[in-house]
């Protein structure tokens, strides 16, 4: 459903941040790529719906090379690409509805959105994605006034809204507590596992992408240097990814 | 299961802020249809505007630079004096009113609100309404504008010196309270320093504005580049208008950039 | 030891002694400068007496006359606003660096320092000039100003704004507008209102003001007033200058309230201003 061919980025001409990069991500199921800082994982996330541009590549979704495409058909294919963010990315002066209905603007005109006429399913939709996340009761506040595990929350229900057909999440739980990391990660694999949605998270707690994730990517040094099941990550490997120079380079 | 306890239709508004929203948007609208048919536009003046427009720009071809050092320079000066000694005074008188009108050093309301008032009126009135009254008072002359700039500023330096001391913190003042400071002392060092790099900031401010408002004020008599302007501009000498107007908007940037500097370099 | 390192501008009292006493010299002379001397002043003092004895009491005999130029300055300062505000939007928003290439916001920026540069009454002499006495100049002149205040402010505010926010709602395929409208104008609202109702303010005051050069309004009839020597009528207009403005700016605060913190109009007739509202206009002054 979604294939990573030859992916490379380099931000300073010369010194790659992504070498080489091809990854095949299959139509369900939760993918966690983990790494220390620096490695390119959040560059990597970002060169999926090319909000970094990749310097050489093809990234092959459902059927479309998104690295060619003009603006008007990428914003169409990055409707159906939903994204949370570590710093949940909300516009803070909106209320919560109207962070989760901006889902849907790739799919409704600029004017009704601006008069927030959104049709009623996708009104319904959005009651519904909020019980979901348990946020019901605050559908009308202001996003700036909720705590930070709320607030991730609202990201996920603005991701889901889009109906994507994948989920892409960077670092969704580096800004949280470890018991509310645990909570949003139960959340993405829920909502992975109702939905049949494939899920990409970024992440640096190893112990959370062991124990969420069905498949783990290792990298380091912008390349990826372990891919295949949590059970088979080994000490050794881990040691390849986090430790010694080699991802300062 | 969760839904019928939901209203589906989702309002961004309440009612009550629905209408109030509207009713501004009704006064905007029937304000600006009465104010447009009230207003007296004549055609023919608008459609000649243009040509008058290029007329005035030919006339003031070629701008009369030797006028300058003769008949503009002193004038440019006397500006930079009167801006400065009216901004000056304007510190001295604003610094008590802004005292009074701040609620946590003088909690009495009803001077608060009276030194309010001062300071509403004096921004009310405009620095040139101001510099007919001086003109009236004390003749024409600088004198009468250098009142004017001073009086005009009371206000704007009176209400951002006032922001600055509601905006101060009250442990200093609580440390200096429980050593058993006086007064005078508990103004002189807890607040004046917290407010000092916000006074000398809206100095500066005030002086840049008012060496814009000093050069038109010789157009009601009160001093300045004003008055040559006005003679230059009653004889119909668009050559000269051209560089004593040349001359007001050099003065104006350097104003701005002396500021910039000092306020990177001292603030 | 070594004497402690401050972040004091003055690096020593003995600067600030030097400052002082420079502030004293100047002062001197250029007092002598502007030939004001205590004899001047003191004359002059005699005659203020004089004067305020002539203005009050306030003469309001000639009240037509006076409410028909307030309303003339109220309209020229209502239209131009609207059409300052108007333009500004458009012009504010592509001057912003953050969202437009250079060869864009570089103009915009120009054409709002172009505004700002001159007085609003040098622009109303010109406009005189080219459209004849009357509200048009007066008009024209206070839009320009207005241009120049909102333009630079708008500008300022959307480049602050977190692009964080912004590139979340590009990133859900919304196209161009809807990210305008979700992501930037939702951060800026707040403060554009206080600009609008500040400016809205700022131009009833200088309305009252452009009348003096020919440009309308109450201007006209105060300056005519001062020539015949009416002090009396003088201190109407001015108190009745006063009221209008003071008006202004509890309508100004009254659509903060109504706009930025969501007050009904039942709040506002119980009193309940809300917080942002009064102090919208905090460090918004500009002339």
Known sequence: ?249 | ?267 | MTSAATALPFRSRTWARVGWLALAAYVVYACAQLDVSAERIASGLANAAHFFGRMFPPNFARWDLLVKGLKESLEIAMLASALGIALSLPIGFVAARNLMPAWVSWPARLVIVAARSFHPVIVAIVFVKAVGFGALAGILALTVASIGFIGKLFAEAIEEISLKQVEAVRATGAPFMSVVAFGVLPQVFARFIGFCTYQLDSNLRNSTMVGIVGAGGIGGTLFAAFQRFDYDYVCAILISIIALIMAGELLAMGVRAIFIDGLSLADLFRGRVGRLAAQGERHLEDD
């Open chain 2, 1 to 267: 299961m969760t839904e019928a306890a939901h209203d589906l239709a989702w309002r961004r508004f309440t009612p009550a802020q629905r209408i109030a929203r509207f009713a501004v948007y009704l006064a905007i609208i029937a304000g600006i249809v009465v104010s447009i048919q009230s207003v007296e536009v004549i055609p023919e003046f608008l459609a000649d505007a243009p040509d008058q427009v290029a007329d005035l720009f030919a006339r003031m071809w070629p701008i009369d630079l030797a006028y300058y050092p003769r008949g503009v320079h002193a004038a440019l000066m006397e500006t930079i004096h009167i801006a400065s000694l009216g901004t000056l005074l304007s510190l001295v008188l604003a610094l008590p009113i802004g005292l009074l009108a701040a609620h946590n050093l003088c909690p009495s309301t009803p001077v608060n609100l009276f030194a309010k008032l001062i300071l509403v009126s004096s921004r009310s009135v405009n620095s040139l309404v101001w510099a007919l009254l001086f003109v009236g008072i004390f003749g024409p002359g600088a004198l009468a504008g250098t009142l004017a700039i001073a009086f005009r500023s009371i206000g704007f330096v009176g209400k951002l010196f006032g922001e600055a001391l509601e905006e101060t913190s009250h442990g200093p003042i609580e440390a200096l309270d429980a050593a058993g400071a006086p007064a005078l002392s508990r103004l002189a060092y807890g607040y004046w320093p917290q407010v000092k790099p916000a006074f000398w900031s809206i100095a500066l401010f005030r002086w840049d504005i008012n060496v814009r408002e000093s050069a038109v004020l010789g157009l009601v008599g009160a001093g300045g580049i004003g008055m040559t302007l006005d003679a230059a501009l009653n004889l119909f000498q668009w050559e000269r208008v051209a560089v004593i107007l040349l001359a007001i908007f050099v003065i104006v940037i350097l104003a701005e950039v002396v500021v910039t500097v000092v306020r990177k370099r001292v603030l």
């Open chain 1, 1 to 249: 459903m979604l294939s990573l061919r030859h992916l490379a980025k380099s931000y300073v001409p010369g010194k790659p941040v992504l070498n080489d990069i091809n990854l095949d991500i299959a139509a369900r199921g939760i993918t966690a790529i983990i790494g220390p800082s620096g490695t390119g994982k959040s560059t990597l996330i970002r060169c999926i719906n090319r909000l970094v541009e990749p310097s050489a590549g093809e990234i092959e979704f459902q059927g479309e090379d998104l690295v060619g495409l003009s603006r008007k058909a990428l914003r169409r294919a990055r409707r159906r690409i939903g994204m949370v963010f570590q710093e949940y990315n909300l516009v803070e002066r909106l209320t919560v509805m109207e962070n989760v209905l901006s889902g849907r603007l790739g799919y409704v005109s600029p004017w009704r959105a601006w008069r927030r006429k959104f049709p009623p399913e996708d009104i319904a939709r959005a009651f519904e994605l909020l019980g979901v996340v348990g946020l019901a009761a605050f559908a009308g506040s202001r996003a700036d006034s909720l705590s930070g595990g709320q607030r991730q929350r609202v990201g996920i229900a603005r991701a889901v809204m889009q109906q994507p057909a994948v989920l892409l999440a960077d670092e969704p739980t580096s800004s949280l507590d470890p018991k509310t990391s645990v909570e949003i990660m139960q959340l993405l694999a829920d909502i992975a596992r109702d939905r049949d949605i494939p899920v990409v998270i970024n992440m640096h707690d190893v112990e959370l992408a062991k124990r969420f994730a069905d498949r783990i990517i290792g990298m380091s040094a912008g390349s990826v240097v372990f891919d295949g099941p949590p059970g088979n990550l080994s000490d050794a490997t881990l040691k390849t990814i986090y430790g010694g120079e080699d991802w300062l380079q």
